[in-house]
């Protein structure tokens, strides 16, 4: 079983993510949550793995945390729901959120997912809900732990803040935006700057 995967990142979008290990790539299928955590192209980056056997092929999977693999884990196990689902879920929510969405019993926010409609929304809450009463741990899996929270006041938006703002006041994804902004400190450059750089990595023209 290959639960991790250490190596140089080679290249990354919002579903897939390809790491050198030795001189071996391996493509891995990931959650827009995780592509945002990844680093740059060409440094080194770890992901937790989940390997998927079928008949007609082996498919990895990548996380950026245990708890995020483990979340993966219980939606495939739900009946009708493959690892591509599972992706698109992770994708609009985090570990906690769809914890809190499902034990809340939210099946209009489920339904937000993309490929989830009304019917499969109440069928992963209704299945989810009683695995995830007995693991109340994947509530706090985004919250810091106690003595890791930050001391000093938030800084000043920055110029990439901005940039982040306009971004997403136009319609784009969390997981689009950071990716756009991605290797970008906002030092020396201007917000307009910033934008005409991301709006070319979308394809758009500034």
């Excluded at 109340?136 to 901005?162: E, K, N, V």
């Excluded at 935006?177 to 991301?198: F, I, N, W």
């Amino acid at each position: 079983m290959i639960t991790q995967i250490r190596g140089t990142l080679i290249e990354a979008t919002p579903s897939v993510a390809v790491v050198d290990v030795g001189g071996v790539g391996f493509e891995l299928g990931i959650s827009g949550t995780t592509a945002t955590s990844l680093p740059a192209p060409g440094e080194e980056c770890r992901l937790f793995t989940r390997l998927q056997v079928r008949e007609d092929a082996m498919t990895l999977f990548g996380f950026a945390t245990k708890e995020e693999r483990t979340m993966f884990e219980r939606l495939v196990s739900v009946s009708k729901v493959g690892p591509r689902l599972a992706l698109a879920v992770l994708s609009k929510f985090t570990v906690s959120q769809l914890y809190s969405v499902v034990m809340a019993e939210d099946d209009q926010g489920m339904a937000t997912v993309p490929g989830v409609g009304k019917k499969t929304a109440q069928r992963l809450i209704l299945e989810l809900k009683s695995v995830f009463a007995k693991d109340h741990g994947l509530l706090a899996a985004d919250i810091p732990a106690a003595g890791q929270l930050p001391l000093a006041p938030a800084p000043a938006p920055s110029a990439i803040d901005d940039a982040r703002a306009a971004l997403l006041s136009m319609g784009f994804s969390p997981q689009e935006v950071d990716l756009a902004l991605s290797g970008y400190d906002g030092d020396g450059m201007r917000v307009e700057d910033l934008l005409t750089a991301a709006l070319k990595r979308l394809g758009m023209d500034a």
